[in-house]
C-alpha cells in the first residue's frame, strides 16, 4: 500500500502549492518558494517516508504565511462560501449554502442548535392535539422587514406553498423541491390570528427535525411582488436584511434593528452583534484560505483536510471541526451486470483501506461507515461494524464470483472479459476517487475515474446508465427519514423515495421497513425497524461505505462566539467580529 500513500500526499503537497502560491508574502520571494516545494515533491516520489516531507512542507508553508489582519475600516463579517446558493426563496432549494443564507434573513417555526438540538423560534409553543395534528401558537410582536407583522396567516400561506402543486410560479409553475422534507403535511388550518394547526397524513416521528428545515414567508409582501420579485429582493423576519447581491459572486445583508431577538433557548436572545454580513462565492479551497490568511474574509467553509492542521498552527486562525452529517459512499449499480453478484459488491468494501483513506486524504478527521447510515444518526445500528480492510477476503469473493487472472496479465478476468469499471464523481471528490481506483487495482480491477458535473449526471444515475457513483448525501435531520428513503428506496416516480437511489438498489423489505419508520411512534419499536433495514441493506452491500468526515471551517481570531454546526449551516445571528 506504500504507493498509495505517495500518491495521496503528493495530491496534498500540489493542493497546498496552490495555498502557497497565493498565500506568498514578504518574507520569502514567490520563486524562491515554488522551488522549495518541487523539491519536495520529487523526494516524495522518489520514495522518502511521507511524515518528513509533510512536516517539511509544513515548515515551509509556516515560514511564508502572515498573521491575518482585516482591510482598514472594514466591519463587517464576510463569510466565504464553498459553492454558490441556488435560489434566494426559502420554498425553492435543496441546498445546504442556500439555507445557510437564507437562515439568517429568516426564521423557521424552531431551529437548530450546532448539534442535533431543536428549539423554538417563531412557535412560541408546540403541541400534538393528537397522533396526526400539530397545534403551534405563533410568537406575537415578531415583523417582517418590511415593517408588517407576522401572523398565522403568513405561516398557513408558507407551507401551502410548499405542499400543494405547482404552487410556485417562476420561472414556471413548478412545486417546491423542500416538499419531500414535510411529505406527510397535508394541510395547515388557521385557528386564529397566532394559531395554526398542522395536519398529517399519520404519526410523523421526526415533524421537529424537518421543521427546522422550513422558513416563514410573508404572505401579503410575496403575493404582491411574485417569486420573481421576491427573489430580486427577498423579506424574511431574521436577525439580517437583504441589501444586494447575485447568487454566484456575493450576498450583502445588514443587521435589522428591529428583530425580535431569535430563539430564547439560545442565548444571547438579542439583536445580531455584526451591523454587516458577506456571503462571498470562493469555490477554489486554496483561494479561500488564502484570503482569510489575507484578512479579506472572517470565515472560510470547508478547510481541505491537508491545510487544516497548516491553517491551525497560523498565527491568528483557527480551524474548528464538527462531526458531519454528510456520509460518503461508493455507490454500485447492481443492476449492471459487473456488480449483480453480492460477493464482488462485499469484495469491494473489503478492498477499501479506510483508515488509510482517513489518514491520508482527511489527516485523521473522519470516522468509517458502519454501513448505510451515520453512526451519528440517532437511530444506528450500534451492532454493525465498518468492512474491514482484506484485501485476502475480497479476492477470495472475486474467484467465487468467478474473477481470477487468468492470463497472469495482473487484471482479473472472467469469461475472457477483464474486470474493468469507471468511478464516475465531481471534481470535489478527486483524491477519494482516485485513491479509490488505486486501491481497486491493488487487487487486480482495472478502475478509472470520470468526473462531470452533477446537473448533467444526476439524471443518467437515476436512470441505471452509470457502473459506480462516488459522493456524499446529507444527514442534517438526525433521522433516517429525509435520508434513508432517498438512497435505499426503490425509485419511485414523482414521490421524495429513491431520489438519490445512485445504486437502482431494490429490496422489498427494506422499502417495506423504511415506510413503517416513517410513521411508527414508538421509539423502540422503530429502532428495532430501522435496525433491520441497516442490516439489509448492509449484507445486500450496493455500495462500498467509506467515511463521514469531519466538517472543517477556519475563521480570524476577531470572529467570536462562533462553531462550526454539523448541519453544515452558517447561522451568524450570535457572531461577533472584534475590532
Known sequence: ???????????????????????????????????????????????????????????????????????????ALIVALASAPTSLDPADHRDRNSETVLRNMFDGLVTRDTGSGVHLELAEEMNWVDDTTLEVKIREGVTFHNGEALTAEDVVFTFERIINENAIEYPEPHTSPRKGLIAPLESVEMVDDYTVRMHFTGVWPPAMQLLVHQQIVPKD??????????IAHPIGTGPFKFVEGQLDDQIVMERFDDYWGGAPDLEPADLACVERVIFRVIPEASTRA??????????????????????????????????????????????????????????????????????????????????????????????????????????????????????????LDRNGQPFAFTIDTIELW???????????????????VRFWEYSVVQPQLLACERQAFLDDWGDSAFDPVGHFEAKWHSVVAGEPYGRGNFSCYSNERVDELIRAGEVEADEATRQEIYDEAQQLVYDDAPAVFLVLPEVAEGSSERVQNWEPASDGRINLHDVCLAP
Open 1 to 75: 500500500m506504500k504507493r498509495n500513500r505517495q500518491w495521496i500526499s503528493v495530491t496534498s503537497v500540489i493542493v497546498l502549492l496552490l495555498a502557497i502560491a497565493a498565500l506568498a508574502a514578504c518574507s520569502a520571494e514567490p520563486e524562491t518558494i515554488f522551488e522549495q516545494v518541487e523539491v519536495e515533491v520529487t523526494r516524495l516520489v522518489e520514495g522518502e517516508t511521507v511524515t518528513l516531507i509533510e512536516t517539511r512542507v509544513v515548515e515551509v508553508a509556516q515560514e511564508i504565511l502572515v498573521t491575518p489582519t482585516a482591510e482598514p475600516g472594514r466591519s
Open 430 to 448: 478527486r483524491p477519494q476517487a482516485e485513491a479509490l481506483a488505486s486501491m481497486f487495482r491493488e487487487i487486480g480491477i482495472d478502475a478509472g
Open 290 to 411: 488564502a484570503a482569510l490568511l489575507a484578512g479579506e474574509v472572517d470565515i472560510i467553509q470547508n478547510v481541505p483536510s491537508e491545510l487544516v492542521d497548516t491553517l491551525d498552527q497560523t498565527p491568528g486562525v483557527d480551524v474548528k471541526t464538527a462531526a458531519s452529517t454528510e456520509p460518503i459512499w461508493l455507490q454500485l449499480n447492481v443492476s449492471d451486470p459487473l456488480f449483480e453478484d453480492v460477493n464482488v459488491r462485499h469484495a469491494l468494501n473489503y478492498a477499501v483501506d479506510k483508515d488509510l483513506l482517513i489518514e491520508a486524504i482527511y489527516g485523521g478527521r473522519a470516522v468509517p461507515l458502519p454501513g448505510p447510515l451515520s453512526p451519528f444518526n440517532n437511530y444506528v445500528n450500534e451492532d454493525l461494524e465498518p468492512y474491514p480492510y482484506d484485501p485476502d477476503m475480497a479476492l477470495a469473493l472475486l474467484e467465487e464470483a468467478g474473477w481470477t487472472d487468468s492470463d497472469g496479465n495482473g487484471i
Open 221 to 230: 409582501y410575496l403575493e404582491e411582488v411574485g417569486t420573481e420579485g421576491f
